[in-house]
C-alpha cells in the first residue's frame, strides 16, 4: 500500500495543470492520480481516530467517513449539475465492488489457496440489505417512470423520505454488526494515545480531496466534448476508481493471502456505505447546492444492480467461494461493461 505515496506527486501538478490551464485530459488524468493516495491517507486516520476513542462509536466514525473520498467528489459534481455522472458513479463502484473487486479477489485468493471461506451469515445480512437499498431506489425510479415526470415536488418528498430511512438503516446495521462483534470478542480498554495526530491528518487530506475534486469536476466538461466520451460512461468507469482504489487493493491483497472473510467484508460494506450512506447524503446535501439529487437511475443501471445483487446473494449461500465463481462475477462485470460502454449518451 505504501506504493500510494508515490502518487503523491500528482498533487502539486494537477494545481499547475488548472492554473495554468494545461490541456484538460492531462489536468483530469493529475488531479485524478492526486485523489488516490489523499484517499488512502484519509482512511488510514479514520482507522487510527478510531481506535484512539471509544470501540463502538470508533467503529460508527469509520463506517461513516468509509467513502469521503467518493462523497466529496459527488458533491462538487452536482454543484456543477453533473447529476447523470454522479448517478453512474454510484451504480459503477456499486457494480465494481460486487462484481469486479470481488471476482477479482476470488480468482486471485481460489488459485492460491483453493476454496475461500467466509461467514456466510453476515455475508448473507450485508447481502440482503444492499436488496434492501436496491428496492429503496427502485421505488423512486419506478414513481417517475409512472408519472411521467424526471421531477415533480412529489418525487422529491419521496425521494428525501426514502433517504432517511436508507441513512437510518445503514447505522443500524453497523451498531448491530459491532454490538456483536463485542458480544463475542473481548475488546481491551481503550488506547491511549494522542488523536490530534489522526485529526490533523483527517482534516489537511479532506481539503486536500476537496481541492482537486474541484478541479476534477471543473474539467470534465471540456473533457467530455474534447474526447467524445459520454458523461455516462466518466461516471461509470472513472470517477469510482479514482475515489476507491486502494480500498479495492486491499480487498485484492487480503484474499491474495487467504483472508476471503475480510475481503468479502470490504467489498460488501463499501457497497452498503455507497448505497445507503453516501446515496442519502447526496439527496440532502444537494438541496443547498442548486440541484436537486432525487433517486431516479435508468432501467439499465438498475437493471445492473439488481443482477449484482442477485450474483452477491447466491455467492453467500454456502459461505465459501473459489476461482471459478471469480471469474463468472467477472464475466458478468465485462458484459454490463459492455453495455454501459454502447450506451447512447
Known sequence: MRYFYWLLWAIPLAIAGYLLQWPVWATFTLSGLGIMPLAYLMGKATEELAESINPYVGGLL???????????????????GLL???????????????????????VLGGLSHGVLRFDRARAGLRASMLAIALIATGVPSFFSYATAQSFSLP??????SVAFIMVALYFLLSSFFLSARENHVHIL???RSSIRGPLLMLFLTVIGVAILSE???????PLIKSLGIT??????????LVGNVAEHFGAVIAAW??????SITIALESSLQIALLVVPLFVFLSLGLGHPFTLVFNALELISLGAAVIIASFISLDGESNWLEGVQLLAVYFILGLAFFFFPA
Open 62 to 80: 469509520n463506517a461513516a467517513l468509509g467513502n469521503a473520498a467518493e462523497l466529496i467528489i459527488g458533491i462538487f459534481a452536482i454543484k456543477e
Open 84 to 106: 447523470e455522472m454522479v448517478k453512474a458513479s454510484i451504480t459503477g463502484s456499486i457494480l465494481g465492488n460486487i462484481l469486479g473487486i470481488m471476482g477479482f479477489s476470488f
Open 155 to 160: 418525487l422529491e418528498y419521496l425521494s428525501l
Open 189 to 191: 480498554p481503550d488506547k
Open 257 to 262: 493471502k487467504g483472508k476471503a472473510e475480510l
Open 215 to 221: 478541479i476534477l469536476v471543473k474539467t470534465t466538461e
Open 231 to 240: 458523461e455516462f460512461f466518466l461516471g461509470i468507469f472513472i470517477i469510482p
